[in-house]
């Protein structure tokens, strides 16, 4: 569970946030629970490990306001070695769902070649099997 | 067909575009392409229509980099009276698709209500049918 | 004193933060700093006070990386009841002095003209007063 | 002289271009007049110089609106072989000064020591030297 309050700079004309601002937060909350499960950015950059976006979608179901503080909430929907798929949960402070998103990664070498996470890194490939939502 | 200069604050550490950028991106087609076809976003708020994106979704083919040129095209995917549906793809200098997106709009009066397209615009409704892409 | 986290998305392609974006954390901790002393946003907005950024300034003394965390001190440096000018002093987690910034800011009625601090808001005006760094 | 369209992304809820975007079309500005002079960032990047930014100001005359063209010219204030001062003027369609910057560079080699810009690049040097508005 992560937690994003909204910026000024992140509101629009309309008054309320701005819609590509959710796409960041989701980066927020993947790097958050990447951490948490042991498996940080810092950890996998060093590793020599890079995680590029190969898809996100984007659900607005309420709109969100400047100093709001929203909940981010991140589960694992798809993981069998190659490619992680992650599916996000937004909530306001009256518990209210504003926003679900899901977005897929890869795992890729310096050279940009796929990483074979179970023959590669067992362990991190364990942890993500074993959060997958079932 | 709109244009798009990859801008060096739109990179990341990765060397490449980031890639909520992208979501922007389809934002600012989407704005050429309404004032192309005559209903621009100022027009729509004098008449006291708003637009609020009800979903984004895209789909990451090929990096960009700090100064590439990008060009978007905008297609009508879907509309029925009350939703538009909206498909972007993006192509870089050499012709490669390095992105393809989708977004859906509703067409909403100042209290919220959506808009009865046909019967309180129809000129604007008539564009959008015969745009739809068959 | 506020705190930032860097954020992937607040990177560039040479590796660190852009710089656009200390522009951004000193929004964030002017508008922690004007909640702390009991005038957040929010507050300002229902009395119909609008604070518009006058001018703002900004030295960059070292990077700062992805996922490092930043403290943001904020002091008063001018006020006569009119604008109010602020200092910012950022650091990071080694406690170096990774920038340092200034803002201007002006307060307007919902007209637009300058509100007479001392006469229809006495007690903002003796709270900005008492704290403006001797 | 360098031309940046207000996108509605770059709004806030006063309705207005947010202030720190201001500083994004400065680089803009800086990114189009190195090309026009002939030493874009791609051929310093291929020399292997980097150009840290040092310090930006900013000061905010007019609020500029969502799709206002805005033109924005650059000069060279101070240069003497190490560090580079720009600054920078924005003007509306109605040509009226709405911003005024300025922003002070170094130029590092990849080890980070600062280059011998007149031993080294004398060209660029000469370049530079010529354009220092007198």
Known sequence: M???TVQYYETDKMGVTHHSNYI???EEARVE??????????????LGIVSPVLS??????????????ILIDV???????????????MKNEKG???CTGTSKHAFLNTQGRPVRMKQEYPAFDET???????
């Open 24 to 26: 960041r937060w989701m």
């Open 56 to 69: 996100v979608a984007c659900e607005y179901k309420i709109p969100t306001y400047f100093s709001e503080q």
């Open 33 to 46: 629970f990447l951490k948490k499960i042991g498996w940080d950015y810092a950890k996998l950059e060093e």
């Open 96 to 98: 209210e769902v504003v």
């Open 75 to 89: 589960k694992i929907t798809d993981y069998k070695g190659v490619k992680l798929s992650l599916a996000y949960e």
């Open 128 to 134: 993500l099997r074993s959060l997958l939502s079932s």
């Open 2 to 4: 992560s937690e994003h």
